[in-house]
């Protein structure tokens, strides 16, 4: 097999299972605020996953180390423009945004730098940009096309966030003769998220990653949460606490929550006339009240014996 071979099927193999992921968190958004462990451990998953898709050529991307914060907060800003000239041709604003913009908003969550893109050429609605430049706020119209990189941190902090975003967004704006690797990756990524991607490997797939069993133990988790909730719901469980009948009712047979009642058929049975004298309140005749204050509340009892101190009464019907 070839290089370029390897290379293809472990890209496929990784855009698998970024679809795999995205497919989950749409699932998992079904429960918002229930599997919150999950949903953060499936968020880094997917990030990861995207980092791992954009390695082009080998290039790994190491985690920004930071050191510790010195000073007060400064803020950075700076300017890189974008080649419009040498490739008119060329779309540079849709490479840098990627689709949905989630390639600007990677870099931003690597970097920790807010990145922008402003100039001539930087909105969509080409009229709208006609309109709007000379206007307050719009000045940037005026300058060319370029990328704005904005940072806040202490000065020995902002300094690396801002070396770091602009040396990636200088990669963004590099264009390689021959097939652009880049804008088929973020083609791949657009059809994972409009869900018109097909998966070709297996439904399992997690390449080259350590975390991979991980997700995958927790889908079946979740997976196993769901299935056991259906078949609650399948045997009529459900329906709040159980009635709380009376000693003389035990020998009923009287449904004890609302959805044994529904699902076996219709209403509860009718009581036979016949059984009411085994009831606390007969239709006829007179109850025995001997054991009446045995089955009243605590409460009641509590709230009886105060009244009584106080020379009032408390009528019972």
């Known amino acids: 097999m070839r290089m370029g071979d390897n290379t293809n099927n472990n890209t496929q193999s990784i855009a698998d299972y970024l ?7 749409k699932q998992l958004a079904a429960f918002p605020n229930v599997f919150v462990h999950m949903e953060r451990l ?27 914060g010195s000073g007060p907060p400064v803020i950075h800003s700076e ?18 945004l990627g689709p949905r913009g989630l390639t600007a908003k990677q870099l931003e969550q690597e970097t920790g730098c807010k990145v922008m893109v402003r100039g001539k050429g930087s909105m969509r609605d080409k009229k709208k940009e006609e309109q709007n430049r000379g206007k307050p706020n719009w000045e940037h119209l ?77 889908n079946q988790t979740l997976q196993n949460a769901l299935a056991s909730q259906a078949a609650v719901l399948r045997q009529g469980n459900l329906g709040g606490p159980p009635l709380i009948l009376s000693p003389r009712l035990q020998g009923l047979q009287v449904p004890t929550t609302m959805a044994n009642g529904l699902l076996n058929g219709g209403p509860p049975p009718l009581i036979n006339p016949a059984d009411t004298q085994g009831l606390l309140y007969a239709q006829y005749g007179i109850a025995d009240y001997s054991n009446y204050a045995s089955l009243t509340s605590p409460l009641l009892a509590d709230y009886q014996a105060h009244a009584d101190a106080a020379g009032c009464f408390l009528i019972f019907p």
């Open 142 to 218: 005026n300058d060319e096309l370029h990328v704005l990189i904005t940072v806040e941190d202490s000065e020995n902090r902002a300094k690396l966030k801002l070396e770091r975003a602009v040396d990636e967004v200088k990669k963004l704006l590099t264009v390689s003769e021959g097939e652009d690797e880049l804008k088929k990756r973020q083609l791949m990524e657009l059809a994972i998220i409009n869900g018109t991607y097909r998966d070709s490997s297996s439904k399992n797939s997690s390449p080259g990653l350590d975390s991979g069993p991980r997700l995958q133990l927790a």
């Open 19 to 25: 679809a795999q992921l995205l497919k989950d968190k």
């Open 42 to 68: 499936l968020d880094d998953e997917i990030s990861k996953v995207r980092s791992n898709l954009f390695q082009i050529n080998g290039y790994v991307k190491e985690p920004l180390i930071l050191p510790e």
């Open 79 to 96: 300017k890189v423009y974008v080649p419009v000239k040498e490739h008119p041709d060329f779309n540079f604003v849709g490479r840098i």
